[in-house]
């Protein structure tokens, strides 16, 4: 399992806090304690150390791979966000972030500052419904120049100090994506068949399989989820009762990520 570290730029610069981050394989979970500075007048001792400054935990939570592939949010392409809610001293339970972004198709840093108050602080990242525990990744979102993030539970060059200013776009870099292919050309009246390819975060053809959900702009399209076969899949659209002129467009996503690729043809 990958730990991808952000510095986020656009976090609060109001505290010192530090993260914990314990990797623990055989149970497949992933525990994250959120610390601020310690204050040795305190009483406690710290609870851990990132270099030689020493935290202490106010909350922590779990992400358990068991638990969450049985919930609803589980899907190709899903991260479960935790962020410290001040107000209830808490940090809030692993939510499912593309669910939520769905109706809005907010961007998670969008979603983070407009409703959550821009804490977003870790995620635990899904590529495919059917990814194992180890090919999940973690990403962490930490003080612009502050505090910083212990890890344990992983070989240290698993866990990656990146210079993105957004775990977001580590985990574009991370996940799947899609590409459409259109035909060259079809005659109104006749099927459009397009290709939908599967993409790694670099742009690569990828063998990998997921069931993609689909959605056309004019025309009919009887099968509306496809699921890929050695990372392709085909999808035609019915153009009867088109005119030459007219255009037919193929969306293709997934569950609660459906917007990742469209591709479109002109009827001749």
């Given at each position: 399992?990958?730990?991808?570290?952000?510095?986020?730029?656009?976090?609060?610069?109001?505290?010192?806090?530090?993260?914990?981050?314990?990797?623990?394989?055989?149970?497949?979970?992933?525990?994250?304690?959120?610390?601020?500075?310690?204050?040795?007048?305190?009483?406690?001792?710290?609870?851990?150390?990132?270099?030689?400054?020493?935290?202490?935990?106010?909350?922590?939570?779990?992400?358990?791979?068991?638990?969450?592939?049985?919930?609803?949010?589980?899907?190709?392409?899903?991260?479960?966000?935790?962020?410290?809610r001040w107000a209830e001293k808490r940090l809030i339970d692993p939510m499912p972030l593309y669910v939520y972004?769905?109706?809005?198709?907010?961007?998670?840093?969008?979603?983070?500052?407009?409703?959550?108050?821009?804490?977003?602080?870790?995620?635990?990242?899904?590529?495919?419904?059917?990814?194992?525990?180890?090919?999940?990744?973690?990403?962490?979102?930490?003080?612009?120049?502050?505090?910083?993030?212990?890890?344990?539970?992983?070989?240290?060059e698993d866990v990656e100090q990146t210079d993105y200013q957004s775990s977001a776009q580590v985990r574009e870099?991370?996940?799947?994506?899609?590409?459409?292919?259109?035909?060259?050309?079809?005659?109104?009246?006749?099927?459009?068949?397009?290709?939908?390819?599967?993409?790694?975060?670099?742009?690569?053809?990828?063998?990998?399989?997921?069931?993609?959900?689909?959605?056309?702009?004019?025309?009919?399209?009887?099968?509306?989820?496809?699921?890929?076969?050695?990372?392709?899949?085909?999808?035609?659209?019915?153009?009867?009762?088109?005119?030459?002129?007219?255009?037919?467009?193929?969306?293709?996503g997934f569950k609660f990520y459906p917007g990742c690729a469209d591709a479109q043809v002109t009827l001749t």
């Amino acid at each position: 399992m990958k730990v991808f570290l952000v510095r986020a730029g656009k976090l609060s610069t109001a505290l010192d806090y530090g993260i914990h981050i314990k990797v623990d394989k055989t149970a497949e979970r992933v525990l994250m304690r959120f610390g601020l500075r310690h204050r040795p007048d305190s009483g406690n001792d710290p609870d851990f150390f990132v270099g030689d400054v020493s935290y202490q935990v106010i909350s922590q939570q779990s992400f358990n791979y068991r638990e969450l592939k049985l919930t609803r949010g589980w899907s190709d392409r899903q991260t479960f966000m935790t962020g410290y809610r001040w107000a209830e001293k808490r940090l809030i339970d692993p939510m499912p972030l593309y669910v939520y972004t769905l109706s809005t198709r907010f961007t998670a840093p969008e979603a983070s500052g407009h409703v959550w108050n821009g804490n977003f602080l870790t995620g635990f990242n899904v590529p495919f419904a059917d990814s194992s525990f180890e090919e999940c990744f973690v990403t962490v979102n930490l003080h612009p120049t502050l505090g910083g993030c212990l890890v344990e539970g992983v070989d240290p060059e698993d866990v990656e100090q990146t210079d993105y200013q957004s775990s977001a776009q580590v985990r574009e870099m991370q996940f799947p994506d899609l590409k459409v292919i259109a035909p060259a050309s079809v005659t109104a009246g006749d099927q459009a068949v397009f290709t939908v390819q599967m993409l790694d975060g670099l742009g690569d053809a990828s063998t990998r399989d997921a069931e993609l959900y689909l959605e056309s702009v004019n025309g009919y399209l009887p099968v509306t989820r496809r699921r890929t076969l050695g990372g392709t899949a085909t999808a035609a659209i019915i153009t009867t009762g088109l005119q030459p002129g007219d255009t037919v467009r193929l969306k293709a996503g997934f569950k609660f990520y459906p917007g990742c690729a469209d591709a479109q043809v002109t009827l001749t």
